[in-house]
């Protein structure tokens, strides 16, 4: 089992450009969660998706922010046009449809905005 | 209503010695209780988890101890060892909801 994988690991660009951060979970787990984290406001969940449907978005900060999962195996997260205050590591997670299933997250995205 | 609040924000122990890290939330409908933990680099790790209906779960070095009555919940680490060295998050969950708490750094000391 290879884990959740996400990619880049490290991304830095310039304010006002678009990026793309991508995210495969694991085979046969059917929820997938993005997750922002910063050291002002700790973990926050942006949205989950159940069946690659997205089920809550209500994290998701503003219309910047849209994530997509076209299928069981990848999801995407897209900021444009990214900001400074976008700066932080976002997280992708998988889980099993139980509930109380443990979260399964991958290594993380570096994101830094200048 | 939906926060769960963490204490201490930052821990130091010496290798041998019990680690403690504490938890309230004032939302009785949570029922389940999660704890992850995260090293540097790396994504958040579930380490052992309880349900409101038992006082106490032990893995290995690791005890949940959960009082409903106060809802409050805490992490044992016993014989802490410089490995144990991480980020560790308290959790409570309705549904599929995952309320986290803001995390205790926990730096154990040879």
């Known amino acids: 089992d290879a884990g959740v994988i996400q990619s880049p690991r490290h991304e830095v660009t310039e304010m006002g450009q678009e990026v793309t951060l991508r995210c495969k979970p694991i085979?046969?787990?059917?929820?997938l969660f993005w997750y922002r984290q910063t050291m002002m406001r700790g973990l926050e969940l942006l949205i989950y998706?159940?069946?690659?449907?997205?089920?809550?978005d209500s994290g998701m900060p503003e219309d910047r922010f849209s994530a997509k999962m076209p299928n069981a195996s990848f999801s995407t997260l897209k900021i444009q046009p990214s900001e400074p205050r976008d700066s932080a590591v976002y997280f992708c997670?998988?889980?099993?449809?139980?509930?109380?299933?443990?979260?399964?997250f991958g290594n993380g995205t570096r994101l830094t905005v200048t | 209503q939906q926060q769960v609040k963490q204490s201490p924000q930052s821990l130091i122990v010496q290798k041998g010695g019990i680690s403690i890290i504490n938890c309230a939330y004032e939302?009785?409908?949570?029922?389940?209780f999660p704890w992850y933990q995260q090293f540097p680099g790396k994504g958040p790790a579930l380490l052992i988890a309880?349900?409101?209906d038992v006082s106490e779960k032990k893995e290995g070095r690791f005890t949940i101890s959960f009082n409903k009555s106060a809802k409050q919940f805490s992490l044992h680490i016993m014989d802490s060892q410089p490995g144990d060295s991480a980020t560790y998050f308290c959790?409570?969950?309705?549904?599929?909801?995952?309320?986290w708490g803001a995390g205790t750094k926990l730096i154990i000391k040879p």
């Open positions: 997670a998988s889980s099993r449809g139980s509930l109380n299933s443990p979260l399964h």
């Open positions: 998706f159940n069946n690659n449907v997205p089920i809550d």
């Open positions: 085979s046969g787990h059917d929820y």
């Open positions: 959790a409570a969950s309705i549904g599929y909801q995952l309320i």
């Open positions: 309880i349900r409101p």
């Open positions: 939302n009785t409908a949570f029922d389940y």
